[in-house]
């Protein structure tokens, strides 16, 4: 599928995912190599658990644009480790050093932060996850995205932000109307601001489909 991917435009995949390494540490490298074979980048990776947790600098126009990806829910299958392939597991006050590192270097750098967070099959956000999203813009974050719930959940602009609690599923294949309704969030990077778009979808046959306006 990834060859498919590439083709219909995508540019960057994510690995930190609770299931990306079910088929084990030399199946996740394998799919990192395939990943990159295919002229995608990935991103939450690393040979360990420092590679893992770095930043992954998308572009530089109109400034520059860092991704920080992180699993936020328990792996179904194994536990970081320091020294061996893993995803970024960073908790949220790494994330909030990291962020910090990237804009005590360039001030107007744009970091958006991806977790795959919170509990599934609900319509909104826990409390905790409302706290940790405004530190990470506290901290300096420009953008917000979550996912793993399979559910649309609000979005929010805190401080002038973006804030996706959760985009939903995209290409999948469960058909309770809760887990059909989904999201695609456009950002749109200027060069001292952010701008953003909530796009609905709705999911018929395990594809996505806007919804009409």
Known sequence: MLGVLKRHGFTHLVMANNHTIDQGRRGLADTHYNILKAGMTPIGYGRNKREAAEAVKICDYPRPIYILSSLRVMSENY??????????????????????SIKSREDNACVIIVLHWGAEHVSSPSASQVRDAHRLVDSGADAVIGHHSHTRQKVEEYRGKPIFYSLG?????????????????????????????????????????????
């Open 169 to 213: 599923n995209y290409i999948f294949d469960q058909t309770k109307k809760i887990n059909t309704e989904a999201l695609i969030g456009r950002l749109t990077i200027f060069p001292c601001s952010i701008g953003y778009e909530a796009l609905p979808m709705v999911i018929k046959h395990c594809r996505p489909e806007l919804e009409s306006r």
């Open 79 to 100: 536990v970081a480790l320091d020294s061996v392939p893993t995803v970024c597991e960073a908790d949220i006050s790494s994330l909030c050093d990291s962020i910090g």
